[in-house]
């Protein structure tokens, strides 16, 4: 569903509101988010089969994922019509 969102916004930035890829605060945020959240997601995935020690550091990128998608919030909000 994240990657979905992600790729609809750009769509939207680009061909409803004619804006450049990547143009905006929201868009920065909004990668570093998906990259966190997809690399909480490979490591639950390593964590599942048996690497016990990813356990802190899925943690650590579970947390900083929810912070970016607050962030990201912040910096989509201002740009709401």
Do not use: I, K, N
Not at 7 to 15: E, R
């Amino acid at each position: 569903m994240l990657m979905l969102g992600f790729g609809a916004g750009l769509a939207s930035a680009v061909w409803l509101r004619g804006w450049q890829v990547f143009g905006t605060a929201h868009a920065w945020v909004g990668s570093a988010t998906l990259l966190c959240f997809l690399a909480t997601g490979l490591l639950g995935r390593q964590l599942e089969r048996g690497h016990q020690s990813l356990r802190d550091l899925h943690g650590a990128l579970a947390l900083l994922s929810t912070l970016l998608a607050a962030a990201a919030f912040g910096a989509g909000f201002v740009l709401l019509p």
